[in-house]
């Protein structure tokens, strides 16, 4: 797995860190796989094992370690349409089963300042819900101790929601599916009950999950304000702290003495970072915010700051270009707007403090 996939999935994994604890649900007494269910794994194997051992799924399977977020999406979305896949759901959808989506997803395991893991996959209606769209989603969930950072394998999975529903926190336990192959099986519950069971095929699941959390996004369009915005930084060359933002002077902007502030950065040109995250921080007069936002950078850093404005649009109050020469190892250095957003007797003015932690990091 390449890092920038590791730190598109890390920025659903910080997401859901930042969600409130669901409330515990209670585990299902003694979950049982119908026949018709355990019969829908098995086949799954079979066609997994099949197409993976093919000369198109060896080339395609070789790819896919190379591909970003929105390859292997496209890649997964795919796979319903290979014949093989094809044929089993048609198969699947002809049976009589209690589940109302199945899914196959491809399986991933990193490690990036904190372990995850992943099920990048796409869910298609059967039994209850034969005739409903197909979704794409991704579960991930918080593992301690991981240390790889590989698509470890495939996991199929029978659910009791129709595909758009999936989305939401579940608790995963391990489970006995019955079935006699190398897997790691699991049923998925929440406060509404039983979710689902999953069945996962490739090398290192065989000692199954334990006990897991983890959360289902729905994936789709999700236009010019994505609700999961970018986290997680590559590492580069040197480390910064912006360690404060001081409004000396709001923007009166007609809403109150004072402003709703958020910034933006963005290190050597690169990914554009908002802070905080999905929020902003109201500072009047005089205020400081002790921000304490890290950030990695080979040269340089831009820092746009905005006053939210959810009825005529966000301003930009300040602007902040700062390079690796203007600072001083250990040193805190105050930075103005290199733009002077004052107009009228508007006297708007924010000032940032920044503070080199690291430099020549190796």
Not at 212 to 220: D, K
Not at 249 to 271: C, K, L, M, R, V
Request: one cysteine or more; charged letters at 20%.
């Amino acid at each position: 797995m390449n890092d920038t996939l590791k730190i598109q999935l890390a920025n659903y994994v910080s997401a859901y860190r930042s969600m409130p604890s669901p409330a515990p649900a209670e585990r299902p007494s003694n979950p049982v796989l119908t026949e018709n269910e355990k019969k829908v794994f098995m086949e799954a194997e079979k066609a997994w094992a099949a197409y993976s051992s093919s000369p198109e799924g060896k080339k395609e399977l070789a790819a896919v370690e190379n591909m970003d977020l929105p390859e292997l999406r496209a890649y997964v979305a795919g796979l319903p349409d290979k014949p093989v896949f094809s044929k089993l759901i048609k198969w699947i959808r002809s049976l009589d089963l209690p589940d109302s989506s199945f899914s196959i997803g491809l399986y991933v395991e990193a490690e990036l300042v904190i372990g995850f893991s992943g099920t990048l996959g796409v869910a298609v209606g059967v039994g209850n819900s034969a005739g409903a769209q197909s979704c794409e989603f991704l579960s991930v969930s918080l593992e301690v101790g991981l240390q790889a950072g590989a698509l470890a394998g495939v996991q199929f999975g029978l659910w009791n929601q129709a595909p758009a529903e999936l989305e939401g926190n579940a608790t995963g336990v391990e489970l006995d599916l019955g079935i006699e192959f190398e897997m790691s099986g699991a049923f998925y519950f929440n406060t509404s009950g039983l979710r689902g069971a999953t069945l996962t095929l490739g090398v290192g699941v065989e000692d199954g999950i334990a006990v897991v959390e983890c959360y289902t996004f729905i994936l789709g369009d999700q236009g010019a304000d994505p609700y999961i915005k970018p986290v997680v930084q590559p590492r580069k060359s040197n480390f910064l702290i912006i360690e404060s933002l001081k409004c000396v002077h709001p923007s009166n902007d007609g809403a109150g003495d004072e402003n709703e502030i958020y910034f933006i950065f963005q290190a050597d040109g690169d990914t554009a970072y908002p802070y905080p995250t999905y929020d902003y921080f109201s500072m009047k007069e005089g205020d400081t915010w002790q921000c304490g936002r890290s950030v990695w950078f080979n040269s340089s850093v831009a820092v746009t700051v905005y006053d939210e404005d959810g009825t005529s649009g966000n301003d930009v109050v300040g602007t902040f270009s700062i390079s690796l020469s203007q600072l001083k190892l250990g040193t805190s250095v105050t930075f103005k707007s290199t733009k002077d957003y004052s107009s009228g007797f508007d006297k708007v003015e924010y000032t940032i403090n920044v503070k080199l932690i690291a430099q020549n990091v190796s």
